[in-house]
């Protein structure tokens, strides 16, 4: 059993773990009362690129989950970090306009940019978008990937993620990605640092084998699997990654806190 009694703080996925499709998972709102009641430290990630910071939140607002903005963490503000400490780089989008904005603040250059950022942008993926993209690369401009996942779940079941046109153009161009979004050891240093707590006292939960416990569980923190979102029984009990624990749902955590 996972000895929650030196945890501080936790750092939770979003998609999957408080909500699926539009809907609140039953008892994540409690599970954020008590959080509070209690004091405890939270931060809440995503590697969502399809909508702003600004959409996501109201949306969670109107789902009955009270999370504030500052305690949001995305993979476009780890970019946009990232970018920054770059000196701030001409770059080439390929996002959807909502999630386009967070990168006013850059050069744009559509020819011979110093990065590309691919986040997700639907059903828009196709041969001549992939093929400018490697020529793009082979000139010398750099993939930023706001994330690499595999697959995510929608209403309908699992759907195919943007890590495989990441990997394939890493593939043909033979230049790796600078990943920026979970599973990245970065992205878990930045969240930490704002918790202001050390990664042996803060336990991720989600409901990623890969973004989410693998990646925190090689930061340093222990990870909790919830069995909501994409948790699919199979793919668990075949996978080298092994969460150091797994529950059914966000709704019960507080009776491991109490
Ligand atoms: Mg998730």
């Known amino acids: 059993?996972?000895?929650?009694?030196?945890?501080?703080?936790?750092?939770?996925?979003?998609?999957?773990?408080?909500?699926?499709?539009?809907?609140?998972?039953?008892?994540?709102?409690?599970?954020?009362?008590?959080?509070?009641?209690?004091h405890i430290p939270c931060r809440f990630t995503?590697?969502?690129?399809?909508?702003?910071?600004?959409?996501?939140?109201?949306?969670?607002?109107?789902?009955?989950?009270?999370?504030?903005?500052?305690?949001?963490?995305?993979?476009?503000?780890?970019?946009?970090?990232?970018?920054?400490?770059?000196?701030?780089p001409s770059i080439?989008?390929?996002?959807?306009?909502?999630?386009?904005?967070?990168?006013?603040?850059?050069p744009k250059d559509d020819r011979h940019p110093k990065y590309i950022v691919v986040g997700d942008i639907g059903d828009g993926w196709n041969y001549p978008l992939m093929n400018r993209l490697f020529a793009m690369v082979m000139d010398g401009a750099t993939l930023l990937a706001l994330h690499k996942g595999?697959?995510?779940?929608?209403?309908?079941?699992?759907?195919?993620?943007?890590?495989?046109?990441?990997?394939?153009?890493?593939?043909?161009?033979?230049?790796?990605?600078?990943?920026?979004?979970?599973?990245?050891?970065?992205?878990?240093?930045?969240a930490l640092d704002d918790l202001g707590l050390p990664p042996d006292q803060v336990v991720m939960v989600g409901d990623d084998l890969y973004n989410d416990i693998d990646g925190a569980q090689r930061a340093g923190l222990r990870a909790i699997l919830v069995r909501t979102g994409k948790f699919r029984e199979g793919i668990t009990a075949d996978s080298t990654v092994k969460?150091?624990?797994?529950?059914?749902?966000?709704?019960?955590?507080?009776?491991l806190l109490r």
């Open 243 to 255: 969460p150091d624990l797994i529950i059914d749902s966000i709704a019960d955590l507080p009776k």
């Open 150 to 190: 595999r697959y995510w779940q929608v209403a309908e079941g699992l759907r195919m993620d943007i890590g495989a046109f990441i990997t394939g153009l890493e593939y043909v161009t033979g230049k790796a990605a600078v990943v920026v979004g979970k599973p990245s050891e970065s992205f878990f240093r930045l």
């Open 1 to 38: 059993m996972l000895d929650l009694s030196a945890v501080r703080g936790f750092l939770f996925d979003i998609d999957g773990v408080f909500y699926v499709g539009k809907q609140a998972i039953p008892g994540a709102a409690e599970t954020l009362s008590f959080l509070r009641s209690r």
């Open 92 to 106: 080439h989008l390929v996002l959807n306009s909502n999630t386009s904005s967070e990168f006013a603040e850059f």
């Open 46 to 88: 995503t590697n969502t690129t399809t909508r702003s910071l600004q959409t996501m939140h109201a949306e969670l607002v109107a789902m009955g989950l009270s999370l504030d903005r500052d305690e949001i963490f995305t993979a476009p503000h780890a970019a946009v970090r990232f970018l920054r400490n770059e000196g701030s």
